[in-house]
């Protein structure tokens, strides 16, 4: 069974920065896209950012119009770990903001479509 567990979310003041953190444990061979998605009160869950690691290139990144500038997403594959670096935040980034691995390659076969438990960021204006 694959694991991804968030953690750095937090309160901050607006102009303020956080770095999220999603690391996955299990026995995994390869991560091909990791997605971080937020979800506020009475809002529609969103994709703030993405990452894509294709074996035939150096992968490349995807960030909502929102978060451009703003927001940096990257891996450390050596912690197996994946990052959302997140500065000058607006009272607007408030939200529950997940991790998600859409297709993980495992020891024992493919799986789909794991999701961390969620980090809760609030930025105070």
């Known amino acids: 069974q694959v694991q991804l567990v968030e953690s750095g979310g937090g309160l901050v003041q607006s102009g303020g920065s956080l770095r999220l953190s999603c690391a996955a444990a299990?026995?995994?061979?390869?991560?091909?896209?990791i997605n971080w998605y937020r979800q506020a009160p009475g809002k529609e869950r969103e994709l703030v950012a993405s990452?894509?690691?294709?074996?035939?290139?150096?992968?490349?990144?995807n960030y909502a119009d929102s978060v451009k500038g703003r927001f940096t997403i990257s891996r450390d594959n050596a912690k197996n770990t994946v990052y959302l670096q997140m500065n000058s935040l607006k009272p607007e980034d408030t939200a529950v903001y997940y991790c998600?691995?859409?297709?993980?390659?495992?020891?024992?076969?493919?799986?789909?479509?794991?999701w961390g438990q969620g980090t809760q960021v609030t930025v105070s204006s």
């Open positions: 299990g026995r995994i061979l390869s991560i091909n896209a």
């Open positions: 990452l894509t690691t294709p074996l035939t290139s150096g992968g490349s990144t």
């Open positions: 998600n691995a859409p297709i993980i390659a495992t020891q024992r076969g493919i799986e789909y479509d794991y």
